[in-house]
């Protein structure tokens, strides 16, 4: 699977988006990219993937670089339930291995 | 929908005994359960891959004698640490597949927080 590559925190403001950066500078034609969150003392959440098109569901929007090369997960209304650790990984489809890497911790501040 | 549970949410044993955590698929069928470790301040790894009515694949580094898991339906999945030391104390989580067309989406369950003294 390719690398991915996460700024270690951020902080963002409650009610304001928060965009999170993701490099995956190595992936490849036929790898997703998918986001995970982990609030602390809790298991995974599944946000959001996509191949190449953006996407958007109930929690998040997903922006995809043209080039595929980095992408960014956009929180439109952060709130101080989203503070936690948010983790980019890109993987084949049908492979079911999630390999987590250090993600980025995310503090939303009131 | 898609909700995994475990049980217990954290448990001390001494060290020598052994612990067995449950994880449960609420309110589907998982053909495929995975069970992650995961130190302080760490990512998390994959221990494991189980699938209903066959043998555990585990990944490189982890023991298969020491970690045992059975996946005996669709809807349970237990591990077995057996003679628990403090290096095995970690927090324990599981997921749950509907199938290869959801791999990605993985549902994980709540963890297990599991203390050797």
């Known amino acids: 699977d390719a690398k991915t590559t996460q700024p270690p925190s951020m902080d963002c403001a409650e009610g304001r988006a928060a965009n999170l950066p993701c490099n995956h500078s190595?992936?490849?034609?036929?790898?997703?990219v998918y986001w995970y969150r982990q609030i602390h003392s809790q298991g995974p959440q599944y946000i959001i993937h996509?191949?190449?098109n953006n996407e958007t569901n109930e929690m998040a929007s997903l922006i995809i670089t043209e080039d595929r090369k980095s992408s960014t997960l956009i929180l439109p209304h952060a709130t101080l339930r989203d503070t936690a650790v948010y983790y980019c990984?890109?993987?084949?489809?049908?492979?079911?291995?999630?390999?987590f890497g250090a993600g980025t911790t995310v503090t939303v501040r009131a | 929908g898609a909700v995994v549970s475990q049980h217990p949410s954290w448990v001390i044993c001494k060290s020598g005994t052994s612990v067995k955590i449950e994880c449960r698929s609420l309110?589907?069928?998982?053909?495929?359960m995975f069970w992650y470790r995961q130190f302080p301040k760490q990512s998390l790894m994959l221990m494991a891959t189980?699938?209903?009515?066959?043998?555990?694949?585990?990944e490189q580094g982890v023991e298969k004698d020491k970690f045992l898991i059975n996946h005996a339906s669709l809807t349970l999945s237990t591990l077995t640490v057996t003679s628990a030391h403090p290096e095995d104390s970690s927090f324990y989580i599981c997921?749950?597949?509907?199938?290869?067309?959801?791999?990605?989406?993985?549902?994980f369950g709540p963890g297990t927080r599991l203390t050797v003294t």
């Open positions: 997921s749950a597949s509907l199938g290869k067309r959801d791999w990605g989406e993985q549902y």
């Open positions: 190595t992936i490849s034609g036929n790898e997703y």
């Open positions: 996509g191949l190449k």
């Open positions: 990984i890109v993987r084949v489809l049908n492979d079911y291995k999630l390999s």
């Open positions: 309110d589907f069928q998982a053909t495929t």
């Open positions: 189980s699938n209903e009515g066959s043998k555990a694949t585990y």
